[in-house]
Every structure is written in structure tokens, then in C-alpha cells.
């Protein structure tokens, strides 16, 4: 099964020359750590940022350059910043080539749930909402199953919804998932584990076409 890091590596992937990319909290702020130097990739965070790069090495953190996670980040040249509206004014306008998010669950048809846990505080809804109804594409960087060992890949969302019918692709810990008409496409699967150990972790019914392979990085 991948690491959080692996996870971020493996969606570093599907990152192309020239993309605008929004990163969410949680594993996705990893994504940029990984993309190809080759590249020529614009992060931006919703807070303001435009031009992110990779976290900052231990003590050269500045408390006042952070990400929408509220976590120390660094700039690339010719990064910028700007107020709030502005960053929406982006995301609305689908300025944003590629949205990576995390969630708590993702539905079969696409919906998916990061915001909320009835009866639990949280501290609002962040941008999730605008992400989801303004970005063409959409892939959710998420653990598979939750601490309990069951599954967060769904038939349909138990959670309050941030989107409906909005992701494209799901990594996981276990496998590559695409959200097609028919549901969950099985697409590749994390080194060692086996398509029988996906089906039996997935409360979803899962499309297989074939053999699956492993996923490269």
C-alpha cells in the first residue's frame, strides 16, 4: 500500500507542462514536491498565491509565506499574491487547468464529501465548494478505506456534500480510480496489492477490463 507521499508522487503524474493547478489541504500540498523540474507548472492557493513551490527546508521557513493549509511554503520566481476575491475571481472563471483535493468520501457518480462531519467542529467550508463547481478537472488524493478498515470509495456519500458529479479520477492508497457513466473504473493498482484486496476494500462496484497494472512512478 503507497504512503501519503506515494499517493502525491503518483498524481504528480497526471500534472502536464503549462497547467495552472489548485492544491487542497492534506495530501495534495505534497503534489508539488514531485513534479518533474522540466516542467513549467503555476500552483495556486486560494488564499492568495500564484506560483508556489516545494515546502521550505527545515529553518528557512517564513511564518508570513503560507498556503491555504496555513502551512510555511515557498515561492518560485515571479510568484505573486492578491487578496481573496481575486484568487476566486480565478477559480470562478476557470482560470485553473487541474483542482486536487482530498476527501472523506467519493461517491460512484462522482459527488464527493471533504467538508464536514456532522457534530464535529469544523472551521468552514474553505474553497472546496468554489473548486468543485468551477474546475473541468478533478482528481481527489484520499485514503482508501478510514481507521476503521471500511470503505470511503461509495455506492453514494454518507457526508454532507461539497460536489455533485464533479470528480474525474480518484488516487488512493490501493489504486487509480476514474469516475466514468458506469461508475469506478479500476485503473491501475498500488504495487503488491492485488485486484481481490481493492474489490474486498471497496464498498462500490469497481469496472475490471482485463489485467490491471501496477502504477509507475
Not at 472523506?104 to 462522482?110: F, L
Amino acid at each position: 500500500m503507497l504512503s501519503k507521499e506515494d499517493i502525491a508522487r503518483r498524481i504528480s503524474k497526471e500534472v502536464k507542462d503549462g497547467y495552472y493547478v489548485n492544491l487542497g489541504i492534506g495530501i495534495p500540498t505534497l503534489v508539488a514536491n514531485y513534479v518533474p523540474e522540466n516542467l513549467s507548472v503555476e500552483f495556486q492557493s486560494e488564499n492568495g498565491v500564484l506560483g508556489m513551490g516545494p515546502f521550505p527546508y527545515e529553518g528557512e521557513e517564513d511564518a508570513d509565506i503560507i498556503n491555504a493549509g496555513k502551512q510555511t511554503i515557498t515561492i518560485l520566481p515571479g510568484g505573486s499574491f492578491f487578496d481573496s476575491a481575486f484568487s476566486f475571481g480565478m477559480i470562478r472563471s476557470k482560470k485553473v487547468d487541474l483542482t486536487i483535493l482530498g476527501a472523506m468520501e467519493v461517491s460512484e457518480n462522482g459527488d464527493i464529501a471533504n467538508w464536514k462531519i456532522p457534530g464535529k467542529m469544523v472551521k468552514g467550508m474553505g474553497g472546496a465548494m468554489d473548486l468543485v463547481a468551477s474546475a473541468e478537472n478533478i482528481i481527489v488524493a484520499m485514503m482508501h478505506v478510514n481507521k476503521a478498515g471500511e470503505s470511503k470509495i461509495l455506492k453514494k456519500c454518507t457526508l454532507p456534500l461539497t460536489g455533485v458529479n464533479c470528480v474525474k479520477r480518484v488516487v488512493t492508497e490501493l489504486a487509480v480510480l476514474d469516475v466514468t457513466p458506469q461508475g469506478f473504473k479500476l485503473v491501475e493498482r498500488a504495487p503488491g496489492v492485488s485486484v481481490e484486496h481493492i474489490i474486498k476494500s471497496t464498498e462500490a462496484e469497481l469496472i475490471i477490463e482485463g489485467d490491471i497494472p501496477e502504477m509507475q512512478f
